[in-house]
């Protein structure tokens, strides 16, 4: 197993298997970084002194490594808020109002620019295409970007040019697929809690705009700056 396998196996946390989840990877990670320095002493100390090994690839191991330690621990944080949501106090649910969370939701546009998360994107697809919605589900805007890109910007702007009207949008990303299909995924944004409330199946998020997730679909969390 390399980083890579391991940073695969560092899913979203849920409440019930949460802290098992970063414990796992977290212990995998270490004995798979044993094992990596272990062979790497083997082969320096049997390298050929005329034709020593390559030390890029090793390097961009140790990389890989760093950035699935960051991942785990980013995980470990969501998580711990995860588990308060799923106990029996409910003024656990406080610690999320007024903060930012990312996930499939919406923003509410009052002018500038919007950064966009794409998900789901399919390895093979050829082409990729963010979709702005307006709250009546009217397309205003496609942005053509590449297949496998993180993040894209949404400069606020209809399709004509024009500035958007101030109000609710979401997002969609879609992908076109070799042999003609297409696929839809979630886009994701960062939205203000405004509400937390204890729902049927689990902890639920009001956002800015009356957009409505669940606490388990949020990936990434930060301080709200907004009132």
Excluded: C
């Excluded at 899913?11 to 990877?25: C, R």
């Excluded at 949501?85 to 969370?101: H, I, K, M, N, P």
């Excluded at 979630?186 to 606490?215: I, Q």
């Amino acid at each position: 197993m390399d980083a890579a396998t391991v940073a695969a196996s560092v899913n979203k946390p849920s409440p019930a298997t949460a802290t098992s989840k970063s414990d796992s990877a977290s212990s995998a990670l270490t004995a798979d970084f044993d094992t990596f320095l272990k062979l790497l002493t083997t082969q320096m100390e049997n390298q050929d002194p005329l034709q020593p090994l390559e030390s890029t690839e090793f390097v961009a191991q140790l990389a890989q490594f760093s950035a699935v330690e960051q991942q785990i621990a980013g995980n470990r944080t969501l998580e711990t808020i995860l588990e308060a949501l799923g106990g029996s106090d409910v003024g656990a649910l406080g610690s999320w109002l007024g903060r930012e969370v990312r996930a499939a939701g919406g923003v509410v546009h009052n002018g500038g620019a919007v950064e966009i998360y794409p998900t789901g994107a399919p390895a093979d697809a050829t082409k990729a295409r963010i979709t702005v919605l307006d709250d009546t589900g009217f397309a205003v805007r496609e942005i053509d970007f590449t297949p496998g890109e993180t993040e894209v910007t949404w400069d606020g702007k209809r399709a004509d040019g024009g500035e958007a009207a101030p109000g609710a949008y979401r997002f969609e990303a879609n992908y076109l697929l070799p042999g003609g299909e297409a696929e839809t995924a979630p886009a994701e944004t960062w939205g203000r809690v405004t509400e937390a409330r204890r729902g049927d199946a689990g902890a639920e998020l009001t956002l800015a705009g009356g957009f409505t997730v669940k606490a388990n679909d949020v990936t990434a969390l930060r301080v709200g700056d907004g009132p």
